[in-house]
C-alpha cells in the first residue's frame, strides 16, 4: 500500500468549524480507503497514533514575529512566517523519503517542500490567493494602512504561486474559472476539483414567519467582515423601515472587539454553531455580499444545499449562474431579499434550484478526483 503523507498548517482534528479543516478532514477520511496516510499539521505537541496525526506547537508571538520578518527578507508572504515551525521543517526533512506522495495543503504549507524529495508532490492549493489580495488592497481606503499590507502580500504571493507552478508535479484549484487563467505551459499540472457539500438536506421551507437574512462566515477573515460592516451600516437600516422584524443573523468566528462593532438592533451574532439546522428553518435567505471573494464561496454552497435561496454580489455569483439571485446595487439588493421574504413561488424556484445544483457537488461524487488526482 502507498503512503502518503499530508502536510497541513491547521489540524484537520481540531473541531474547528471552517471550510478549510472540513475539507481537509474529508480528503484524509477518503485518501485512507486506499492510502496508508499519515498526517502532520501545527497545533499542541502530540502523537495521536489512532489518526497517524502529528502536530508540532504553534511558534510563540515573538518568534512569529521573527520569522514573518525573515519572510519579508527572503521576500516570502507574510503568512508563511505565521504559520512556520522549524520543529514541523525539520521533521519533514528527515522523513519525507519513507513516503510516495507528500500533500500538501493550502498554499502556505508549500513552504515546507523538502529540497530532495524523490516522490510525487501535490498541492491543493484550492484558490488564487493573491486575486484576493489585489482585490482587498483595492476595497480598503487609502488612509488604511491594511491596503498596503495587502498590496506587498499580494505582490509576494503571486511570486510564490508562479514557484508552485514549477515546482509542485500536481495542483488542484476549485473555479473553472480559476483553472482557465493559468498559463497554458500548467494545463497538464493543474486539477479542477470542485468545492463539495457532504450532505444535502433540504431544510428550508417558505413560511412568512421566517424573520432571518443569514451570513455564515469566519469573521476573522477581512472580506467577510467588510461585508457584515457594510451590510449592517447601508442596507439593513433601509430594509427594517420596510420589514421592521427581519434580523441579521452571523454565524462564524469572530474576535470580542468586532462583535463589539457589529452589534446593532436587528443583529444577531451568534458564533460558530456546527447544527445550522434551526437557523436555516427560520430564515428566507442566505447572503454572500462579497466585494471582495476568489474561487467558490463554501457559504453558498453551505445555504444551497439545504434549499436556502441565496443573494450573491457579481463577484461571487460567477460560479455559481442562474442558481442563485444577483444584486446590482445596494437599492436592488433590498428589492430582491424583500422578494423573498414576500414571493413564495420565487423563494420556492431559488429553493429547488438550490437542491439540484447541490446535487451536482456532492463529495460522494467530487472525491473520485482524488484517486484520478493521484495516478501517475
Same mark, same amino acid.
Given at each position: 500500500?502507498?503512503?502518503?503523507?499530508?502536510?497541513?498548517?491547521?489540524?484537520?482534528?481540531?473541531?474547528?468549524?471552517?471550510? @478549510?479543516?472540513?475539507?481537509?478532514?474529508?480528503?484524509?477520511?477518503?485518501?485512507?480507503?486506499?492510502?496508508?496516510?499519515?498526517?502532520?499539521?501545527?497545533?499542541?505537541?502530540?502523537?495521536?497514533?489512532?489518526?497517524?496525526?502529528?502536530?508540532?506547537? =504553534?511558534?510563540?508571538?515573538?518568534?512569529?514575529?521573527?520569522?514573518?520578518?525573515?519572510?519579508?527578507?527572503?521576500?516570502?508572504?507574510? *503568512?508563511?512566517?505565521?504559520?512556520?515551525?522549524?520543529?514541523?521543517?525539520? +521533521?519533514?526533512?528527515?522523513?519525507?523519503?519513507?513516503?510516495?506522495?507528500?500533500?500538501?495543503? #493550502?498554499?502556505?504549507?508549500?513552504?515546507?517542500?523538502?529540497?530532495?524529495?524523490?516522490?510525487?508532490?501535490?498541492?491543493?492549493?484550492? @484558490?488564487?490567493?493573491?486575486?484576493?489580495?489585489?482585490?482587498?488592497?483595492?476595497?480598503? =481606503?487609502?488612509?488604511?494602512?491594511?491596503?498596503?499590507?495587502?498590496? $506587498?502580500?499580494?505582490?509576494?504571493?503571486?511570486?510564490?504561486?508562479?514557484?508552485?507552478?514549477?515546482?509542485?508535479?500536481?495542483?488542484?484549484?476549485?473555479?473553472?474559472?480559476?483553472?482557465?487563467?493559468?498559463?497554458? =505551459? $500548467?494545463?497538464?499540472?493543474?486539477?479542477?476539483?470542485?468545492?463539495?457539500?457532504? &450532505?444535502?438536506?433540504?431544510?428550508?421551507?417558505? &413560511?412568512?414567519?421566517?424573520?432571518?437574512?443569514?451570513?455564515?462566515?469566519?469573521?476573522?477573515?477581512?472580506?467577510?467582515?467588510?461585508?457584515?460592516?457594510?451590510?449592517?451600516? #447601508?442596507?439593513?437600516?433601509?430594509?427594517?423601515?420596510?420589514?421592521?422584524?427581519?434580523? $441579521?443573523?452571523?454565524?462564524? =468566528?469572530?474576535?470580542?472587539?468586532?462583535?463589539?462593532?457589529?452589534?446593532?438592533?436587528?443583529?444577531?451574532?451568534?458564533?460558530?454553531?456546527?447544527?445550522?439546522?434551526? +437557523?436555516?428553518?427560520?430564515?428566507?435567505?442566505?447572503?454572500?455580499?462579497? @466585494?471582495?471573494?476568489?474561487?467558490?464561496?463554501?457559504?453558498?454552497?453551505?445555504?444551497?444545499?439545504?434549499?436556502?435561496?441565496?443573494?450573491?454580489?457579481? *463577484?461571487?455569483?460567477?460560479?455559481?449562474?442562474?442558481?442563485?439571485?444577483?444584486?446590482?446595487?445596494?437599492?436592488?439588493?433590498?428589492?430582491?431579499?424583500?422578494?423573498?421574504?414576500?414571493?413564495?413561488?420565487?423563494?420556492?424556484?431559488?429553493?429547488?434550484?438550490?437542491?439540484? +445544483? &447541490?446535487?451536482?457537488? &456532492?463529495?460522494?461524487?467530487?472525491?473520485?478526483?482524488?484517486?484520478?488526482?493521484?495516478?501517475?
Amino acid at each position: 500500500m502507498k503512503k502518503i503523507l499530508f502536510i497541513s498548517t491547521r489540524n484537520p482534528y481540531s473541531g474547528r468549524y471552517s471550510g @478549510d479543516v472540513i475539507r481537509s478532514q474529508r480528503i484524509i477520511k477518503f485518501l485512507k480507503k486506499k492510502f496508508k496516510v499519515d498526517v502532520i499539521s501545527l497545533g499542541l505537541n502530540e502523537k495521536n497514533s489512532e489518526n497517524s496525526l502529528f502536530k508540532f506547537r =504553534h511558534p510563540n508571538f515573538f518568534l512569529k514575529i521573527f520569522y514573518s520578518f525573515i519572510s519579508l527578507v527572503k521576500l516570502k508572504p507574510l *503568512q508563511f512566517g505565521l504559520f512556520y515551525s522549524n520543529e514541523m521543517k525539520d +521533521y519533514i526533512e528527515n522523513n519525507s523519503n519513507f513516503y510516495d506522495y507528500l500533500f500538501f495543503y #493550502h498554499i502556505r504549507s508549500s513552504q515546507y517542500l523538502p529540497f530532495n524529495f524523490q516522490g510525487k508532490t501535490i498541492l491543493e492549493m484550492g @484558490d488564487l490567493y493573491s486575486n484576493n489580495y489585489f482585490q482587498t488592497y483595492k476595497s480598503l =481606503h487609502f488612509l488604511n494602512p491594511l491596503k498596503y499590507i495587502y498590496f $506587498f502580500e499580494g505582490i509576494l504571493v503571486k511570486k510564490i504561486e508562479k514557484e508552485i507552478f514549477n515546482k509542485f508535479d500536481r495542483i488542484t484549484i476549485f473555479s473553472k474559472n480559476e483553472s482557465r487563467n493559468i498559463n497554458k =505551459h $500548467f494545463k497538464k499540472k493543474i486539477f479542477q476539483i470542485d468545492e463539495s457539500v457532504e &450532505s444535502i438536506s433540504k431544510k428550508y421551507s417558505f &413560511s412568512k414567519k421566517n424573520s432571518k437574512i443569514l451570513f455564515i462566515g469566519n469573521l476573522n477573515y477581512l472580506p467577510n467582515l467588510l461585508a457584515c460592516k457594510n451590510f449592517i451600516k #447601508h442596507i439593513l437600516p433601509k430594509l427594517i423601515k420596510k420589514l421592521p422584524q427581519v434580523k $441579521f443573523c452571523i454565524i462564524g =468566528h469572530i474576535s470580542n472587539f468586532n462583535k463589539f462593532l457589529l452589534q446593532k438592533p436587528n443583529v444577531e451574532i451568534l458564533g460558530p454553531k456546527k447544527d445550522l439546522s434551526k +437557523y436555516i428553518k427560520s430564515s428566507f435567505c442566505g447572503l454572500a455580499n462579497l @466585494d471582495v471573494a476568489t474561487g467558490v464561496q463554501g457559504k453558498v454552497l453551505t445555504y444551497m444545499a439545504s434549499g436556502l435561496p441565496t443573494i450573491c454580489s457579481n *463577484q461571487v455569483a460567477k460560479n455559481f449562474g442562474s442558481n442563485v439571485i444577483i444584486y446590482k446595487n445596494n437599492s436592488d439588493l433590498i428589492e430582491k431579499i424583500i422578494s423573498l421574504k414576500v414571493n413564495k413561488a420565487k423563494s420556492e424556484n431559488y429553493s429547488k434550484k438550490s437542491i439540484k +445544483y &447541490s446535487k451536482t457537488l &456532492s463529495w460522494i461524487k467530487i472525491n473520485k478526483k482524488y484517486l484520478k488526482l493521484l495516478d501517475f
